[in-house]
Nanobody, 125 residues
Framework: VQLQASGGGVVQAGESLRLSCAASGRTLRGVAVGWFRQAPGKEREFVAASSRTGSGLYFSDSVKGRFTLSRDNAKNTVYLQMNLLKPEDTAVYYC???????????????????WGQGTLVTVSS
């Protein structure tokens, strides 16, 4: 499966952005999709994930309550809605997918087989 992440940009603190992860090559039904981010000089970290069934949604503590995930099966796309953005959310955001990942591994980047190219989010104070 090929993933295309988009929607990044420059916003001010408190504003919102919606990132998209569009898939091609196969349907995202039955596929877990995760979002990770990497800030300059830092390691890549888990942000959010949707389980293979789509019924389980998981968020890191740093974004819980501000970010949401949704799927549009017709468009074969997963969205990461980011609200109340903070300067510390500034990073390159990546989406990843796996058709075999187990729930307990959703937060592990090494568990995902497919990755998008990343989209830059910059939040100014």
């Amino acid at each position: 499966v090929q993933l295309q992440a988009s929607g990044g940009g420059v916003v001010q603190a408190g504003e919102s952005l919606r990132l998209s992860c569009a898939a091609s090559g196969r349907t995202l039904r039955g596929v877990a999709v995760g979002w990770f981010r990497q800030a300059p000089g830092k390691e890549r970290e888990f942000v959010a994930a949707s389980s293979r069934t789509g019924s389980g949604l998981y968020f890191s503590d740093s974004v819980k309550g501000r970010f949401t995930l949704s799927r549009d099966n017709a468009k074969n796309t997963v969205y990461l809605q980011m609200n109340l953005l903070k300067p510390e959310d500034t990073a390159v955001y990546y989406c990843a997918a796996s058709s075999s990942i187990i729930t307990s591994s959703l937060g592990m980047d090494s568990a995902y087989a497919y990755w998008g190219q990343g989209t830059l989010v910059t939040v100014s104070s």
